[in-house]
């Protein structure tokens, strides 16, 4: 399983096969994006604007839940590649359901949007469960000296097969009747991911050191406390991000805000997943790069100056080139996030810290803004219109803004000092 010396040989390895797993999902989870084709699917089924305008939302805070378990039990796991396999077998099960139901059941009538929605909270909830797991496989597989390369290369090659499978999105969208066309694709996603999956047995990983399990939940749970206490700056990134929160119901809402104004056909979805993952290849490899050089925190700062473009774009959209240009700036914003976020979580943690724990604070802890940003985008939006709750959610987006550049340092400038864990017992 593991090698007694990594080396450059070994990250540019794991770098080749992680490229090949990557391009699986990236193409099969263009049949599936949280931005175009699921907010869209959603309004066609005839889902209430709340569920619509959550699906980002919805992914995210449902990601959140099983977290902070699987950090606490994934300390169990001694075999990184059974783990990780295991995990992102978990979300196989939702997606084939809903791609068997919409694609040859082809259910209809106003509670057919339930039965999707169903699926795609499950499915949220097994993302939730790798993301952990993940953390702790990932940096066990590159040169940490290299890590903004590593993610944004793999992400780059994430975007680029996505790009392909963007415009198979509106072929088959074109081609095949409503819903059958987006069950099929939901099918294409889950043999997407199996393959994907698959990879995972090749990587080489490095020696891992044993520690001792700790099978106590409630020392757990103060040693998630004394990294709160300890680490200042990263309760300072906390605050930002719970602000960001704003931008998970928009995201959701830009495609079907274009659509209610220029009332384009349905298949655009496949262009916008396309035009987004172009821009989020090529914005993940030179933001990554950019983060190795001028630090991580800024280049974060940037990836969210690109998420305020395509919401200053959709209000002000008046023709379909306005609504391509959405998808260049939440592209941009979107494939920096992956690179960046990723980067920062083992920065925080640095040598010493649980990679898996900090992930999984970040994401339990902002889980409930975003849930609280989605309930009143829902209330709001009837009663003010889209347009205007877009601009509330764009106030608090600059307001995290200010608080990421201002108030966060760089995290690798830092160097916290965490106490033995016996000293919490």
């Not at 005839?46 to 699987?70: H, L, R, Y």
């Not at 919409?102 to 929605?117: C, D, E, H, N």
């Not at 206490?229 to 309760?235: G, L």
Request: aromatic share 16%; charged share 10%.
């Amino acid at each position: 399983m593991t090698n007694k010396r990594f080396g450059l040989s070994d990250h540019r390895h794991n770098l080749f096969y992680n490229g090949l797993h990557e391009a699986f999902w990236g193409f099969g989870i263009a049949f599936h994006t949280t931005y175009a084709v699921v907010p869209l699917f959603l309004k066609m089924l005839g889902a209430p604007p709340i569920i619509i305008g959550s699906a980002a939302g919805v992914f995210t805070a449902c990601a959140a839940i099983p977290q902070i378990a699987i950090a606490f039990l994934g300390q169990r796991i001694r075999n990184l590649k059974k783990g990780i396999i295991a995990a992102h077998s978990v979300m196989i099960p939702p997606m084939l359901l809903a791609g068997f139901v919409f694609g040859f059941l082809a259910p209809s009538g106003p509670s057919a949007w339930m039965i999707y929605f169903g699926c795609f909270v499950l499915f949220s909830i097994g993302v939730g469960v790798v993301f952990p797991i993940w953390a702790d496989f990932l940096e066990l597989v590159h040169l940490p000296e290299r890590r903004g390369e590593f993610f944004g290369v793999s992400f780059a090659v994430t975007n680029g097969a996505g790009f392909v499978g963007g415009l198979v999105v509106k072929w088959l969208l074109d081609t095949a009747p409503f819903p059958s066309n987006f069950g099929f694709g939901f099918l294409i996603y889950a043999l997407c991911i199996f393959v994907a999956v698959l990879l995972f047995f090749f990587y080489r990983l490095k020696p891992r050191q044993n520690k001792d399990v700790n099978r106590d939940f409630g020392l757990f749970k103060r040693q998630l406390k004394q990294v709160l206490s300890a680490d200042k700056n990263f309760r300072r990134y906390l605050y930002s991000r719970m602000l960001l929160a704003a931008n998970y119901p928009a995201i959701s809402l830009y495609a079907v805000y274009a659509h209610d104004k220029l009332q384009f056909d349905v298949s655009e979805a496949g262009i916008f997943t396309a035009i987004t993952v172009l821009l989020s290849g090529s914005s993940s490899f030179l933001l990554g790069k950019l983060g190795d050089r001028m630090g991580h925190k800024h280049v974060f700062v940037i990836v969210f100056l690109g998420y305020l473009g395509a919401m200053a774009t959709a209000l002000l959209a008046t023709n379909m080139s306005h609504a391509y240009l959405i998808f260049v700036f939440l592209g941009v914003g979107q494939g920096g996030f992956l690179t960046t976020a990723m980067s920062l979580i083992f920065e925080f943690a640095g040598e010493a810290g649980d990679k898996k724990t900090y992930f999984a604070l970040t994401d339990t802890l902002t889980a409930p803004f975003v849930v609280l940003f989605i309930v009143l985008s829902g209330i709001f939006i009837p009663i003010y219109s889209m347009g205007t709750v877009l601009i509330g959610l764009g106030v608090f987006i600059i307001a995290g803004v200010i608080a990421l550049a201002l108030f966060t340092r760089e995290p690798k400038s830092l160097k916290t000092q965490y106490p033995p864990p016996e000293s919490l017992m």
